[in-house]
């Protein structure tokens, strides 16, 4: 049986901040990573969305997916 959690992008970017991926806060990260993406290519709003999000996956471990399959780490 498969478990399945319904929720839009921004609950898994409300559980962010709970992810601490090494000494920085995963929702920190986000964000660092979307605005220096926005610094340098600030005409693909569609890859500073990229950035943003591209960690949300981690936040499946809230609900008891093993983390190595919710990261590449």
């Given at each position: ?39 340098a ?33």
């Open positions: 049986m498969t478990n399945r959690v319904h929720a839009c992008e921004s609950s898994g970017i409300d559980y962010m901040p709970r992810v601490v991926q090494v000494d920085t806060p995963n929702a920190v990260h986000a964000f660092q990573t979307a605005e220096r993406i926005r610094q290519h600030p005409d693909k709003d569609w890859f500073q969305l990229t950035g943003l999000i591209h960690d949300i996956g981690k936040v499946l471990a809230f609900w008891g997916e093993p983390q190595v399959t919710t990261a590449a780490q």
